[in-house]
């Protein structure tokens, strides 16, 4: 028996082991300056350069311009000719669960996305997020370097920080810890109907249920903030200590709402209880119809997934593409999520706003400078400017282009990561495989 006992454990310590080695290694921290040299550099502000150099040091980048321009003794640094390739700022992820769930829905074990009850500001998504995730190197592989993990759930579901992919552990992956709180607004009472693209609507809500969850929101904020008012609270309280930074402009509230009326109710809630920052993400057609509203009150958004059909049966087919452009021309600030677990397709999503209303150089915008600033993290990151962080992928061809997006560097605070990942390994043992074959025949 306990032979067979040592066995089962020796066989499940070597199928770990065998899945831990798929993982590429975690890249050690920039010893060497690095000069790239003769690529076309997009900084993300929307400047383009043309044979430029970028040079970048202890995790920092030092200077950028034309290589015509910046003059430099080479001696001590390792320079890297990419002429004839594409520079950009590390793409951004918001408003997403990777690290949280790795498989999807129905496999509940490989899910920690959400915590039981309605009001959980104080679950920090960080702890539980999954530096291992299989899926985390085909992003980096994308060009996508950070990402705002967000706990999912109803009314307050939790606390978002943004992270770095290439981490041992969470701490290490953490970029910027709890810099918001997820609020997701209750639905009115509404007949059940057709929805979307003739997708059904989710069941009524009642009014007797839609008025109690107003009523347990009113009642958490209106002790936060007398709560907050306190410097040394007698009774610590871990939930209300939590929202405090919405008060004083520390942290960012998020809201999510499906229809025009609820994002108007949701962000007069916050302006009433005295919220300084707030950002509407998962934005869609009912966002612009409150658009004058959203931009009186200085709102940004972070558009849903533009792959995907129109919310109405009405809709004008193409207005998932037309959103992005429609958004800045109004003078909102616009950033872009994926909502689809195909995470890595999110350049290619700005992309599609290409043909839509965008020059090229605005749709990297949406997955880079302004993302950032939504995200409170552009004074670090979002474009290549010196003294911000050198969070910078090398692509040979066009990132936003299926086509052509191609990764050959990538580099998180200076440190040039391993752009493996499990599709690359699958490739690589299966062409082996037939290789093999087609060479014995």
């Known amino acids: 028996m306990k032979t067979k006992i040592y066995i089962s454990i020796m066989l499940i310590f070597a199928f770990l082991f065998k899945v831990t080695a798929q993982s590429p290694i975690v890249a050690p921290v920039q010893k060497k300056p690095v000069i790239l040299v003769g690529g076309t550099i997009h900084t993300g502000t929307g400047d383009v350069i043309e044979n430029g150099i970028l040079i970048f040091s202890g995790g920092k980048i030092i200077s950028v311009g034309k290589s015509t321009d910046i003059k430099t003794d080479k001696t001590g640094y390792e320079v890297i ?20 769930i790795e498989i999807g829905s129905g496999v509940e074990v490989a899910s920690d996305n959400r915590e039981i009850g309605d009001l959980n500001p104080n679950v920090r998504a960080i702890v539980a997020y999954n530096t291992d995730s299989h899926v985390i ?14 706990p999912t759930g109803s009314l307050l579901p939790g606390t978002s920080s943004v992270v770095q992919l290439d981490a041992w552990n969470w701490e290490d992956a953490a970029y910027k810890l709890d810099n918001g709180i997820q609020m997701v607004w209750p639905r009115k009472p509404s007949p059940a109907g057709r929805g979307g693209g003739g997708y059904p609507q989710f069941p009524a809500v009642s009014a007797g249920s839609y008025d109690k969850n107003i009523e347990a929101l009113e009642k958490i904020f209106s002790d936060a903030v007398a709560y907050s008012s306190l410097e040394k609270p007698l009774n610590f309280n871990l939930r209300l200590e939590s929202l405090r930074g919405l008060f004083d402009g520390s942290k ?32 869609d057609e009912s966002a612009w119809i409150v658009k004058d509203f959203l931009k009186e009150n200085n709102i940004p958004v972070l558009l849903a997934d533009p792959l995907t059909v129109p919310k109405y049966d009405y809709s004008d087919t193409r207005l998932p593409f037309k959103l992005a452009a429609m958004f800045k021309k109004e003078g909102i600030l616009v950033g872009l999520t994926y909502s689809s677990q195909a995470y890595g397709n999110l350049p290619f999503a700005a992309g599609q706003t ?3 209303g965008l020059t090229k150089e605005e749709a990297l915008q949406t997955v880079t400078l302004n993302s950032a ?12 400017e010196a003294g911000k962080d050198a969070n910078i992928v090398v692509s040979t ?9 191609n990764i050959e560097y990538a580099f998180i605070s200076g440190r040039n990561i391993s752009l493996d990942n499990k599709h690359k390994q699958l490739y690589r043992r299966f062409e082996a495989k037939y290789s093999n074959k087609l060479k014995e025949k």
């Open 81 to 100: 000719d990419v002429t004839g390739k594409q520079v950009y700022p590390g793409l951004i992820f918001p408003n997403t669960s990777l690290g949280l």
């Open 137 to 150: 190197p085909v992003l980096r592989s994308n060009g996508i370097l950070l990402a705002q993990i967000v």
């Open 252 to 283: 960012t509230l998020f809201i999510s709402s499906t229809e025009a009326k609820g994002i108007i109710a949701a962000i007069t809630f916050g302006k009433r209880f005295g919220v300084k920052k707030m950002v509407l993400e998962e934005a």
């Open 354 to 356: 290409v043909s839509y």
């Open 373 to 384: 600033k939504i995200l409170g993290i552009d004074d670090k990151t979002g474009s290549l």
């Open 397 to 405: 061809g066009d990132i936003l282009d299926i086509s052509t997006n």
